[in-house]
C-alpha cells in the first residue's frame, strides 16, 4: 500500500470567517484524532490557516484518497460541517449524509505538491503502530510540525521556482535522508505567489534547523534568489 499526501484547500467567506475557524478548530481536534485513529491509514494531518481567505487542510496517508475522505466523511463529518459554515460554495451539509459530494468537494480543491517526500515510504500507519507497540515504544519523542511560507517576487519567479523545485525532487530527498528527522515533507504551490514547505520532524527545533541548514540549505539558498525580503544567505 503506497503512502500519499493532499493540502486541501478551503475559501473562506470572510476575514471573520477564519477568526472564528481559529477559535473553532482547536476544540474539535479531539475528535478529529479520534477518527482518524480509527480509520487507522493516516501518518499525520494537520490544520493551518494561510491567511484571512483560505484554511489549509494537509496530511499524509496510506491508500487510495478518495476512500480516505469518505472515511473522514463517516468518521469525523461534524467536524467538517463546522468548517463548512465559513467556506464558500461548501459541499452539502451533513457530510456523513453526503459523503459522496464531500469526496468529490475535496478532490477539486486539492493544491498539488511541487515534490513530497516520506521516510519510510514502504510502511504503513498500521505497520508502525504495531512496531512501537511490539518494542513498547510509547511517546518516547515529539513529533513536531515546521510550516515555511516563501512570498515569490513575481508571477515569472514563481513558475521558476515550481520548476526548479521539480527538478530538484530526487536531490530533496536524498538530502532530508541526511537530516535524518523528518517523517514527511512537501513544497506546495500557494495562492499570491507563495511556496508552503511544510515538514513534521523529531526532536528540537534547533538540533533540526542545525541539521536542515547544514544539509538541505543549498535548496534554500537558490529559492531565496526568488523570494520578497529574503534572509542572508548562505
Not at 461548501?90 to 459530494?101: F, K
Request: charged share 20%; hydrophobic share 45%; aromatic share 12%.
Amino acid at each position: 500500500m503506497s503512502q500519499s499526501h493532499f493540502t486541501l484547500r478551503f475559501p473562506l467567506k470572510s476575514p471573520e470567517d477564519a477568526k472564528a475557524l481559529a477559535e473553532l478548530l482547536p476544540p474539535l481536534m479531539p475528535q478529529l484524532f479520534e477518527a482518524a485513529d480509527t480509520i487507522g491509514t493516516i501518518h499525520y494531518s494537520r490544520f493551518t490557516l494561510l491567511s484571512e481567505k483560505t484554511l489549509l487542510f494537509l496530511g499524509d496517508f496510506d491508500g487510495e484518497f478518495g476512500q480516505l475522505m469518505a472515511n473522514l466523511a463517516a468518521q469525523a463529518g461534524p467536524v467538517f460541517d463546522a468548517i463548512f459554515q465559513h467556506v464558500v460554495s461548501p459541499t452539502p451539509t451533513p457530510v456523513a449524509a453526503n459523503a459522496e459530494a464531500f469526496v468529490e468537494w475535496t478532490a477539486a480543491h486539492i493544491v498539488h505538491a511541487l515534490n513530497l517526500y516520506t521516510a519510510y515510504p514502504a510502511v504503513t500507519a498500521r505497520e508502525i503502530k504495531a512496531l512501537a507497540s511490539a518494542a513498547d515504544v510509547h511517546d518516547t519523542c515529539e513529533q513536531r510540525p515546521f510550516l515555511v511560507i516563501l512570498p515569490i517576487k513575481s508571477s515569472i519567479a514563481f513558475v521558476e521556482v515550481k520548476l526548479l523545485l521539480i527538478a530538484r525532487g530526487k536531490g530533496t530527498t536524498k538530502d532530508l535522508d541526511k537530516v535524518g528527522t523528518p517523517h514527511f515533507a512537501q513544497f506546495v504551490p500557494l495562492e499570491d505567489n507563495q511556496i508552503g514547505f511544510f515538514t513534521v520532524y523529531d526532536g528540537t527545533f534547533n538540533e533540526y534547523i542545525a541539521d536542515f541548514t547544514k544539509n538541505i540549505g543549498q535548496v534554500f539558498d537558490l529559492i531565496f534568489k526568488f523570494t520578497k525580503n529574503p534572509p542572508p544567505s548562505p
